[in-house]
């Protein structure tokens, strides 16, 4: 049982009773008992109403992160066990093929701060909070355990600790093996589309699965068509647009290697006469793209995040807007634009307004055809905030006329 006890503030705690998985660092009145940053801690509200379990860490902002909100439940490994499983089970629900799918995402699941893809035969663990960071092997254990009892042996486990929020929480940056060596380069099949994906310096965790159904979804518009794929990363969405029939995809991006694995990922699959990458920058090629008079059945825009904090949401909506306004205009009349933003900062109401005012600017109509989000192994948990990212529109494009 955890000797310390965290009260809030009276008029503290809205989002947490709203759903929300943490207790930030301006919401805390007091601290008593002995701890150590990591541990478990009780959770009272400012009248001594007891509102769960979670671990403490006053390095960071989030100076809580909620385990349980049933006060009398222990964190131990039956507990680990049960949050665990009820993931796996959760993924074998909603997912139409779990060979390559996110397996644990973080507050989403109940298990704030740690994320685990699983990549054919491979795990990959990112543990970005101290307290859940001592159970990250236990975790991977228990995994292992459950999908071996379906039959799935997992032949490596990889951790990617290395994103620079780690340093927030007071802890290094740091990648390698859990457990014996063996080659990161694993092959994985996704909507009939084989890939290489590099779990070891791969952007992330190596691939971006949350897009697996919106790839699926843009390939159905994309037969006999002249696609566009902008900020490709390793060929993706370009790859299912050539597996679907494309009569010519092109797929840019200002990342080498991403190009390189892209190319790859084409010859792997048999494309490369038909789905060709470069690598340069999108925000300077399309202008170029459009004095030359190009035009395309199907533009494809997957951007980075252009903000990852709210003080820099206006020049994100720049962005956001420039990208849409130049992708527009290589869309011949009555073709096609998916775009999206991953960025949770950058809210659905948001997004919709600035790639209208994008449309408005180059005086082009739009025929709204899906409105999507992350794949449902990236579920989203009303509540957090964060486990809402992906914005992702499919349009008609027509000239005003």
Known sequence: MANAVVTLKKGAGRTLKQGGPWIYDNEVESIMGSFEDGDIVLVHDFDGYPLGRGFINRNSKLTVRMMTRDRDTEVDDSFLRMRVKNAWEYRKKVMDDISSCRVIFGEADFLPGIVVDKFADVLVVESLALGIDRFKERIVGILKELMEADGIHIRGVYERSDAKVREQEGMERYKGFIGEPFDTKVEIVENGVRYYVDVKDGQKTGFFLDQKYNRRAVAKLCRDARVLDCFTHTGSFALNAGIAGAF??????????????????????????????????????????????????????????????????????????????????????????????????????????????????????????????????????????????????????????
Not at 249 to 256: P, R, Y
Not at 361 to 379: C, G, I, S, Y
């Open 248 to 401: 010519h995809v092109t797929g840019v991006d200002a990342s080498e290697l991403g190009v390189a694995q892209a190319r790859e990922n084409a010859a792997l699959n048999g494309l490369q006469d038909r789905v060709e990458f470069i690598c340069e920058d999108v925000f300077d090629l399309l202008p170029r793209l459009e004095k030359q008079g190009e035009k395309y059945d199907v533009v494809i825009l997957d951007p980075p995040a252009f903000t990852k904090s709210r003080s820099s949401i206006k020049k994100a909506v720049k962005g956001y807007r420039e990208i849409n306004l130049r992708g527009m205009k290589l869309v011949k009349d009555g073709g096609y634009l998916a775009t999206c933003s991953c960025s949770h900062f950058m809210d659905q109401e948001l997004f919709t307004q600035t790639v209208g005012q994008a449309a408005r600017n180059v005086h082009k109509r739009l025929r709204q055809v899906e409105f999507r989000t992350q794949a449902p192994d990236h579920p989203i948990l009303w509540g957090a905030g964060d486990s809402y990212y992906l914005k992702f529109y499919i349009f008609q494009v027509c000239d005003e006329k």
